[in-house]
């Protein structure tokens, strides 16, 4: 069955530093990843995907995902965070029937 | 343009009653999901629908959840005689086409008193 895994309920960063969220995978086939992220308050909003093609993805807000097939990770990168980056960050994937599987969640703070 | 709307945003009940949450998917999206987000926990899939059918129930936890889709627009998700363990923000989503983007509401946050 497919999975994913946050190891870091936590995350963080001051501000302008790099960021990264941690995320690995297990699937049977070809991988299909996500990052979505989590205002409080409000769905989910979607922030990047990889399907096939560039290891390196970009998304939304300046977001970046390195896909790693040797490593089964697909970590969510960012080179300066914002204060307003400060939220919960999903990682998903998407399995044979469609449905989306997330991680339990990353919390990221970014201090001023 | 209009988003995924869900209706009611917040609603508290009593433990046994029956509550049916509503969900307005963006016009012409085939797609609809359903999933339950308990505290400090991941969304979790509950079902999704292709057009007016199931195509996969398989996250519905047991019996007292029940979802429908009649005329493959709104979508409500109905449970009988809750429970406690059923507070938890109830997230839809909807996409072009099965497979697609998903595209979600903020929730309807359930509270079983």
């Known amino acids: 069955a497919q999975s994913v895994a946050q190891p870091e309920d936590q995350v963080n960063v001051a501000e302008g530093n790099p960021l990264t969220v941690k995320c690995t995978y297990s699937v049977s086939g070809n991988p299909y990843l996500f990052w979505y992220v989590q205002y409080p308050n409000r769905g989910l909003q979607f922030l990047l995907k990889y399907i096939t093609g560039d290891n390196l993805v970009k998304g939304s807000y300046g977001f970046e995902a390195e896909f790693n097939k040797s490593q089964t990770s697909f970590h969510l990168k960012k080179p300066s965070a914002l204060v307003s980056d400060s939220a919960l960050y999903f990682c998903?994937?998407?399995?044979?029937?469609?449905?989306?599987?997330f991680g339990a969640g990353t919390r990221l703070t970014v201090k001023p | 343009g209009a988003g995924v709307s869900q209706t009611p945003s917040n609603k508290v009940t009593e433990k046994g009653k029956y509550v049916e949450l509503r969900c307005d998917p963006i016009s012409g999206h085939t797609a609809l999901y359903w999933y339950r987000q308990s505290l400090g926990q991941g969304p979790e899939f509950l079902i999704y629908?292709?057009?007016?059918?199931?195509?996969?129930d398989s996250g519905l936890p047991n019996d007292r959840f029940f979802a429908v889709r009649p005329e493959g627009s709104v979508s409500t998700l109905k449970i009988q005689r809750t429970e406690r363990g059923d507070s938890a923000v109830y997230l839809c989503?909807?996409?072009?086409?099965?497979?697609?983007?998903?595209?979600f509401g903020d929730g309807t946050r359930l509270s079983i008193l």
């Open positions: 998903a994937v998407r399995d044979n029937n469609n449905d989306m599987r």
């Open positions: 629908f292709q057009g007016t059918g199931a195509a996969d």
């Open positions: 989503a909807s996409s072009l086409s099965s497979g697609g983007k998903q595209h």
